[in-house]
């Protein structure tokens, strides 16, 4: 599917490639016509090649705003996929897709009305789990992967969250259970942060990193409730991720998270 194909409103071009990237690409296809085996290719040559060969910028379906259309809005999966595709500094087109009135064609691609979707080898691939490690596989400089027995770290921050966000009473555990897989997670990051997987940032992060923004700003909206200063690490490691160029370019409005959350809460 083209953009063409798509209502120009539900469309964003945004194509992306960093400079720096495409200036290598140039200089690399002036040096050689006929690259060496890719065994004796060094890691950046590969990544190189395999940019290189991208006829068109990948497509990604992710969720339009509910406050400001035109913007990304607050899916804390398509901003995994987002991240992962900037940091993998690969080029790629948004489509927005208004989820409160899916279009036609975006059935067609997501039969279920589900984002994030993105077109790869021209066979779109549904779920973020199944989009990363696709791009991973395809891509696989600079890599994301992390060592197996971190992977789930942190994964249970974002179920606690939901259910302390959704509680209606105040001694029912919620809170508690949040502040548990908080502490866990504090205490991996101390022992071996910076990251997850250590010192460089892994898919483990970019998944993580998106759910505690959201837990971050509906539990300041609707809890009044931040981050304790008796987790120090948790408050470094969502400072460091949130300042990062990618995760500013790929974030929800706050307002999007609040209007997003509302009816979890309300309901």
Same mark, same amino acid.
């Given at each position: 599917m083209s953009?063409?194909?798509?209502p120009?409103?539900l469309v964003?071009?945004s194509s992306?490639l960093?400079?720096?990237?495409?200036?290598?690409?140039?200089?690399?296809?002036?040096?050689?016509i006929?690259?060496?085996?890719?065994?004796?290719?060094r890691?950046?040559?590969?990544?190189l090649?395999a940019?290189?060969?991208?006829?068109?910028p990948?497509?990604?379906?992710?969720?339009?705003?509910?406050t400001?259309?035109g913007?990304l809005?607050?899916?804390?999966f /398509?901003?995994?996929?987002? *991240?992962t595709l900037e940091?993998?500094? !690969?080029p790629y087109?948004? #489509?927005?897709v208004?989820?409160?009135n899916?279009?036609?064609?975006f059935?067609?691609v997501?039969?279920?009305?589900k984002?994030?979707?993105?077109?790869l080898?021209?066979?779109w691939?549904l779920?973020s789990?199944?989009i990363?490690?696709?791009?991973e596989e395809?891509?696989?400089?600079?890599?994301?992967a992390?060592?197996?027995?971190?992977?789930s770290v942190?994964?249970?921050?974002f179920?606690?969250f939901?259910?302390?966000l959704k509680?209606k009473?105040?001694s029912d555990?919620?809170e508690q259970?949040?502040?548990t897989e908080?502490?866990?997670f504090?205490?991996?990051?101390?022992?071996n942060?910076?990251f997850i997987?250590g010192?460089d940032?892994s898919a483990?992060d970019l /998944?993580?990193?998106?759910k *505690?923004?959201h837990?971050?700003?509906a !539990?300041?909206?609707?809890? #009044?409730?931040s981050v304790?200063d008796s987790?120090?690490?948790?408050?470094?490691?969502?400072k460091?991720?949130?300042?990062l160029?990618?995760f500013?370019?790929?974030r929800?409005?706050p307002e999007?998270?609040v209007a997003g959350w509302?009816?979890?809460v309300?309901?």
């Amino acid at each position: 599917m083209s953009s063409a194909t798509a209502p120009a409103a539900l469309v964003l071009s945004s194509s992306v490639l960093f400079a720096s990237s495409a200036r290598r690409i140039s200089q690399f296809a002036r040096l050689s016509i006929y690259p060496p085996p890719l065994r004796q290719q060094r890691p950046g040559c590969r990544r190189l090649l395999a940019v290189s060969a991208l006829a068109e910028p990948l497509e990604v379906c992710v969720k339009d705003s509910v406050t400001t259309p035109g913007k990304l809005g607050d899916c804390p999966f /398509s901003q995994r996929v987002l *991240l992962t595709l900037e940091v993998k500094q !690969l080029p790629y087109e948004t #489509k927005l897709v208004d989820l409160g009135n899916k279009p036609e064609w975006f059935l067609k691609v997501s039969p279920e009305g589900k984002v994030p979707v993105l077109k790869l080898d021209e066979k779109w691939i549904l779920d973020s789990d199944v989009i990363t490690q696709a791009l991973e596989e395809k891509f696989p400089d600079p890599s994301l992967a992390v060592a197996p027995e971190k992977a789930s770290v942190g994964a249970k921050i974002f179920p606690t969250f939901i259910g302390f966000l959704k509680s209606k009473d105040p001694s029912d555990g919620t809170e508690q259970a949040l502040l548990t897989e908080l502490t866990s997670f504090n205490d991996h990051i101390k022992d071996n942060g910076p990251f997850i997987n250590g010192k460089d940032i892994s898919a483990a992060d970019l /998944s993580l990193a998106p759910k *505690l923004y959201h837990m971050d700003i509906a !539990l300041g909206h609707y809890k #009044k409730w931040s981050v304790p200063d008796s987790l120090p690490y948790v408050k470094s490691y969502m400072k460091s991720i949130f300042s990062l160029p990618s995760f500013i370019k790929t974030r929800a409005q706050p307002e999007d998270v609040v209007a997003g959350w509302g009816p979890k809460v309300e309901g």
